[in-house]
């Protein structure tokens, strides 16, 4: 190739042309340093003839730079760049850009510096921040920058430390290998439904060939055991596997189970790592098995990117997980994606939940996914008996938010030296602080939202763009003192009550504040695991993934929280939010019960938890979505625009409104502000378009947005698939 056409790294770039130095070689998927004006851009040799573009007189192009020392891009996952560009009408350079996620890959030296606490005689020269930096680094390793965000220092103080011994300068090689996995380090024993399964799987993996399946087991049934069998098989064949978990928490107790079984961890990736990590696991991976390269890679969604070299299995855990959905940049669900890789791979994907998805239970009965079915707990354990408690009835004390019923189940259990685990889905002590003298709000000013009081770090917290401040001592509209109510509860409030009606109890608050890194998530499990907890409270972060064998009493403090507001899933997410949370209840030979507060006892997917009817709830909810043509029989799909103008977002929302497509496959709802309106400074607005399956949903919404222009304040966002609807 002496000409290529280079997919660059900058969307509004578009691709360019240059030609290729006599000797160098370069082939599709090579990634190549060019130069562009007087800088450089990073770019991707695109197959010739898939990228659009005019022909360029050869004569007018420029010899590109230099080609990166990394494999090239392979031919599937460069078709996976173009469908997830093309699905989800986003720009291939943005797409493209996730494969290249870590620029430390693809150059610079191979060792490093990396500074850690020298051990030595600090007494004497510390200052308070030095002390703290002492404190907080432990055995931890990095640069000066990563120690200075773990400590919570400035980077002047560390280097202080340097200077005077308390930390020293270590010289690390960035790409050593990985630890190989042993497929036979521990031979598990399965019960006959998880051989079964497994040994399907396996075949799948030995065959070579696309095949999704859904792996369909109640909660304690042990479908990672059973999935971790192809898992072997394909270390066996030399091949690698991605497993995907929607919460780095999980990570840390899945990571135990798995070197138990293999003898050794998996291949981290996730938003944790530190930037030598990242380049050492992305060169691993492109490396392939061979070589102490990656076999086993676990990770979150964005993992689902990286540039296997030999991939031969694909793992969805939790695969009904909303968290699989990316609401900015690149607005992909990795659950599907991760089935068009396994497409273009020719591969097994397996999505495994207690609690699938509605569109994937409809592919499943189309045929389309073959299911896999674990109806039973593994080892004999049953399932908990779910009660509802009507709280129109057992009404809780006054500032109270437990009833009876569930406060004496808590005092059982304590009784018998067994664990309780408190369900609420919302962060913080409460949703909203209000003044009682003159009824002033606390409103995040960037955010059309309340401001979350946070009584454990002594804040106020906007839970949508970060913003933190100290509550104050005075109403900032009154100036009343000592007059600030907390309204409503959080998970911190509803674990004051226990400590008030229960001071002998040892209580965790388990959240994404409280566990927000895998080493506080593996401290958390340790001490549940050690009978060191005596009650967990704890968000949504609890509800999968955990298996503590002394935990035998669920308590939903709100099991109608997710019922509110205006979630088109609201019925199928509160289903299986709470089906998993219960699923955490006698897991081990002890029974366990659940225990369901609600004000709507009536409600068909409160009386189907009660009931223990999945079918039936995911019956009927199939024919309401039917009717409504919604997901999967019908497509969603939305367009928000925002400015930091209101008036501007108003009417670039009004203006493309009034040049919306007639389209009898179509039923364009909006504009409209969005239910959250100002967003980071950003004023929204919204359109909600619901389609049928026979239109051709991209390329209508392509034309339409494309054929408007734009003020350059206004940013328009395409969100094919939607799961939120803020």
């Not at 399907?200 to 055991?225: C, H, M, N, Q, Y």
């Not at 670039?652 to 409209?672: E, V």
Request: aromatic share 6%; glycine share 8%; with cysteine.
């Amino acid at each position: 190739m002496n000409r290529i056409r280079l997919l660059v790294l900058n969307a509004a770039l578009g691709p360019l042309d240059y030609r290729v130095p006599e000797g160098v070689h370069v082939e599709p998927g090579s990634v190549v340093v060019a130069p562009l004006g007087p800088r450089t851009v990073t770019g991707i040799v695109w197959d010739e003839g898939r990228l659009p573009g005019a022909e360029i007189d050869a004569s007018k192009l420029r010899s590109i730079r230099e080609v990166v020392d990394v494999p090239p891009l392979s031919q599937p996952l460069r078709r996976l760049i173009e469908w997830t560009a093309d699905y989800y009408c986003a720009a291939l350079a943005s797409v493209a850009r996730m494969v290249l996620s870590s620029g430390g890959a693809l150059g610079g030296p191979t060792t490093m510096t990396e500074y850690r606490l020298s051990g030595g005689d600090a007494e004497g020269r510390l200052t308070a921040q030095r002390k703290r930096a002492l404190e907080k680094l432990g055995g931890e390793q990095g640069t000066i920058r990563e120690l200075a965000k773990i400590a919570d220092v400035s980077d002047g103080v560390l280097r202080g430390m340097v200077g005077a011994g308390q930390i020293e300068p270590v010289t690390v090689a960035i790409d050593r290998p990985y630890p190989p996995a042993d497929a036979d380090h521990h031979q598990p024993v399965l019960s006959p439904d998880q051989m079964t399964v497994a040994q399907e799987l396996v075949s799948a993996v030995e065959a070579r060939k696309f095949a999704p399946f859904l792996l369909d087991g109640v909660t304690g049934s042990g479908k990672t055991e059973t999935y971790f069998e192809p898992i072997a098989e394909a270390i066996r064949m030399g091949r690698q596997v991605l497993v995907l978990l929607p919460e780095i928490a999980l990570t840390e107790n899945f990571l135990t189970r798995f070197e138990q079984r293999f003898g050794t961890p998996p291949v981290q990736w996730h938003s944790s790592l530190k930037s030598t990590e990242r380049r050492r696991a992305w060169r691993a991976i492109a490396e392939g098995p061979d070589g102490g390269g990656a076999q086993v890679i676990v990770g979150a969604r964005s993992a689902l990117f990286l540039p296997y070299a030999n991939l031969g299995l694909i793992v969805v855990d939790e695969a009904h997980e909303i968290s699989f959905k990316q609401d900015d940049g690149v607005r992909y669900n990795a659950r599907d994606v991760s089935v068009m890789r396994a497409r273009f791979e020719e591969i097994p994907v397996i999505l495994a939940s207690a609690t699938p998805a509605l569109e994937s239970l409809h592919m499943a009965n189309n045929g389309t996914y073959k299911k896999l079915v674990l109806p039973s707990r593994f080892g004999g354990a049953q399932l908990p008996e779910i009660k509802l408690v009507d709280l129109t009835i057992e009404k809780p004390a006054a500032g109270q938010w437990l009833s009876a019923p569930l406060i004496d189940g808590i005092k059982a259990r304590l009784a018998a030296g067994e664990q309780s685990l408190l369900f609420l889905n919302r962060r913080g002590y409460a949703p909203l602080t209000l003044c009682r003298n003159c009824g002033h709000r606390f409103q995040c000013p960037n955010c059309s939202a309340w401001l979350v009081e946070h009584r454990l770090s002594a804040r106020l917290a906007c839970h949508h763009c970060g913003l933190e401040t100290k509550p104050p001592e005075t109403c900032p509209d009154c100036g009343e003192a000592d007059c600030l109510v907390a309204c409503g509860p959080g998970v911190e409030r509803i674990a004051d009550e226990v400590a008030e009606l229960f001071p002998e109890a040892r209580i965790a608050v388990a959240t994404s504040d409280t566990l927000g890194s895998p080493e506080r998530a593996a401290e958390f499990i340790a001490q549940a695991e050690a009978k060191a907890i005596d009650v967990i409270v704890g968000t949504q972060l609890v509800t999968k993934g955990f298996h503590f064998p002394e935990l035998t009493l669920v308590g939903v403090v709100d099991a109608d929280l997710g019922l509110e507001g205006g979630d088109l899933r609201a019925a199928e997410r509160t289903y299986q939010q709470v089906a998993q949370v219960a699923g955490r209840a006698g897991r081990g030979a002890k029974p366990g019960e659940v225990l369901l507060q609600t004000r709507h006892p009536d409600a068909p997917v409160i009386a189907a938890l009660a009931d223990g009817d999945r079918d039936a709830f995911y019956a009927a909810e199939t024919e309401a979505r039917k009717d409504a043509g919604a997901p999967p029989f019908g497509r969603w799909a939305a367009i928000i625009l925002s400015s930091e103008d209101e008036r501007e977002a108003r009417q670039a929302a009004a203006r493309l409104g009034d040049n919306r497509p007639a389209h009898d496959d179509l039923y364009i709802l909006g504009p409209a502000p969005a239910p959250l309106a100002l967003l980071r400074n950003r004023y929204r607005y919204r359109f909600l378009v619901n389609a049928r399956r026979s239109a051709n949903l991209q390329s209508v919404l392509r034309d339409w947005v494309s054929a408007q222009s734009f003020p350059p304040g206004v940013r328009v966002a395409v969100d094919i698939d939607p799961y939120s609807f803020v």
